[in-house]
């Protein structure tokens, strides 16, 4: 299941436990080489912030949602980031 391998994943990636609320967005991105399917979850820490190490990752922090036009994200992420962006609080209510 995608959402187990996603729990693994965030484990793994940020030394943190979490639980999975629901799915928010799905969609497929072609890019030149390859085509891709996105899924965006929204997450429940269930552990203390204090803890979050990134292991497997090079940088990590937590951002406000007015801040996400200041960086780059890959394009497969762009109609997420508008949308999340938009409609902060309709969709992780």
């Given at each position: 299941?995608?959402?187990?391998?996603?729990?693994?994943?965030?484990?793994?990636?940020?030394?943190?436990e979490?639980e999975?609320?629901r799915?928010?967005?799905?969609?497929?991105?072609?890019y030149p080489?390859?085509?891709?399917?996105?899924?965006f979850?929204h997450?429940?820490?269930?552990?203390?912030?204090?803890?979050?190490?990134p292991?497997?990752?090079?940088?990590?922090?937590?951002?406000?949602?007015a801040?996400?036009?200041?960086?780059?994200f890959?394009?497969?992420?762009?109609?997420?980031i508008?949308?999340?962006?938009?409609?902060?609080?309709?969709?992780?209510?």
């Open positions: 299941r995608p959402e187990q391998a996603l729990k693994r994943e965030i484990k793994e990636e940020l030394n943190v979490v999975i609320l799915l928010l967005w799905q969609q497929d991105f072609e080489q390859k085509k891709i399917q996105i899924s979850y997450c429940r820490l269930l552990s203390d912030e204090g803890q979050i190490k292991l497997e990752v090079a940088d990590f922090r937590w951002i406000f949602v801040e996400f036009p200041q960086f780059n890959p394009p497969a992420d762009a109609a997420f508008k949308k999340l962006t938009k409609n902060f609080k309709s969709l992780v209510e």
